[in-house]
């Protein structure tokens, strides 16, 4: 997939509630050593504060590069700067309607554009429920023009231990479609290893 790229990845985290997603996967990009080139929205500096009573300032600083989320001059606004793709975590309705139309109104959606007609890996965490019609005729779009829509659904066959363990599942999971791997993912052995794990993690506590 990283096709010889440098091992680099645009992290979009936009209004829609759901910021820890766009935080934990910041944080585990930054320990597999991924080069990470993030963009808040406007909208998510109120849910990262709201949620998390987080600035973006402190995101900021774990980030290799930020860019200005109205910056459509930025590196990942062209083509021609490899990336291994774009993870949008979360990601809103309104910016994935924008993609899904071609609008690119802010540096979100063009590097998203981008990503897409590079034919490079494009995740959305779109967070939202229920769905209209609408919002499902968006989704089949955009997977039509090749993004994957990833909703974070928690997969409780895991046995989360936590809200940080399922956060930390899903975040995992996402990263595994860029062919991240991190240590948060407890991988599916089969019906017996999972009951056989879960009895040594009761043990364990």
Known sequence: MNDGATRRLVL?????????????ALDALMRAGVETHLVISRAAHLTL?????RRPAELAAQASVVHK???????????SFRTMGMLI???SVRTMSEIASGVTSSLISRAADVTLKERRRLVLMVRE?????????????????GAIIMPP???????????????????GRALDLFDID????RRWNGMAASRSEAADDARAQ
């Open 153 to 171: 659904v928690p997969a409780f066959y895991a046995v989360p231990r936590s809200l940080d363990e399922m956060v930390d599942h899903t975040v």
């Open 69 to 79: 989320v109205d910056d459509v001059g930025a590196s990942i606004s062209s083509g």
């Open 89 to 91: 975590a979360p990601c």
């Open 129 to 145: 429920t229920p769905l209209h019609l609408g919002h499902l005729r968006t989704m089949t779009a955009l997977s039509e023009m």
């Open 182 to 185: 991190t240590d948060a993912v």
């Open 49 to 53: 504060a709201q949620e998390l009573s």
């Open 12 to 24: 979009a985290i936009t209004g829609a509630s759901g910021a820890i997603y766009g935080v934990r």
